[in-house]
């Protein structure tokens, strides 16, 4: 299977199944579209007949062009076949019971009041609360005792807003170091913040124990500041701003993303990612909001042909600031075209439920923090361990294989089968296609291959 495209500039061929990525010229882009339904002698006429009015083109240039192509597919850079479907699931079945990461609810409120809130304003539809320092105690142990042989643990702090609960979190980051030696684990801690409390005390501590923070940003001003309010009704912007410059630069501009959420108000979203440059601000990432349809933050079909306009904008926006020397990074974009994530990681999805999971501040396990609330979903508890084995085993199956939407899509090796939550939300199965997300995806995936090209080709 292929997928060709134009983008800046470059006529692209990406192999879905061998991950090749080739950067042709119009002949070749035209004989590739043609290569699989025709003969040879049907092809050479039909590009001979188009580039007829081309002298710098010949019936010899054309054959030896196809030639080309022919050796590419006899070497498996091209027309590669799907031969993973049997390893679907392997890897989860490998590192079955086998716990890697842990997004830590440590506080179930929040300081701000945002209306497309996907966890209703940190309650998760269902009473305020922070997690105690015994329940996350027990809650890292229950991490290292069903991790295995793995060495290097993950911790998200997440809320509501954990800087609520921020006393817990120090502590529960100091018993995780006093531990970590004796048990043979590497603990990565990283921190979700809206910013509101962040202080100097939290910057020096997060500096010191966090590898990574996520700061919450929507862009403009006017953008930022018609959702992400107080429960006064007051916008959040100029308060955490100062702060978000002061924390980036403490950490010398690296280990941190600012993360925006894009909503049917800024589908034209690139003027919050140029906002957020302009702030100092070179570690971006700009979410499209997760809600219910009909929600008058959703975005719409007829935000679609917006949206996919500032992929492409981004794209050429990135490659201006390279040859600027200016770099910045979006999330979206980074791949890697000659390494990457192994088969088994591609075909096989993110891990919720399985190697991931999120624990409340009462220590229930639910798959991943999008499902917290969902009563259906709730794996188990952090002293009994997983006993909803069913709804477990619904998430270990759960692989690109499983979407029988997938096997056409040529983005479904860089998805993984897409956001099990996304699914869920939009069609009641985990193992559902939430397709505007898909058609999301896709263009993400042309525009980071594109700019992953440019880069490679020194331009």
Known sequence: MIHQYKL?????????????????????????ALFEDNDRDTILSAIKEKYADRTDISGEDIAECYDQVQTLKDTGKLFAP?????????????TANVVKALCLHVAHTCNLNCSYCFASQGKYHGDRAVMSYEVGKQALDFLIEHSGTRKNLEVDFFGGEPLMNFDVVKDLVAYARSVEKERGKNFR?????NGVLVDDDVIEWANKECSNVVLSLDGRKEIHDRFRVDYAGNGSWEKIVPKFQKFVEARNGKEYYMRGTFTHA?????????QMLDLGFNEL????????EGDPSALTESDLPVVMEQYERLAELMLQRDKEGRPFTF???MIDL??????YKRISGCGSGTEYMAITPWGDLYPCHQFVGEERFKLGNIWDGVTNTDIQNEFASCNVYAHPECRDCWARLYCSGGCAANAYHATGSVTGVYEYGCKLFRKRMECAIMVAVARALGQ
């Open 8 to 32: 800046g500039g470059y006529n692209i061929v990406l192999d879905v199944c061998s991950g090749a990525v080739h950067v042709v010229d119009d002949v070749a882009y035209d004989i590739i």
């Open 82 to 94: 799907d031969t993973f479907e049997s390893m679907a699931g392997e890897l989860k079945q490998r």
């Open 189 to 193: 801690f990283t921190l979700t913040t």
């Open 266 to 274: 800024n589908p034209d979203f690139l003027k919050d990612i140029q």
């Open 285 to 292: 990432s700009m979410e499209p909001v997760v809600c219910a």
């Open 331 to 333: 999330y979206h974009y």
């Open 338 to 343: 000659s390494g990457g994530p192994c088969i």
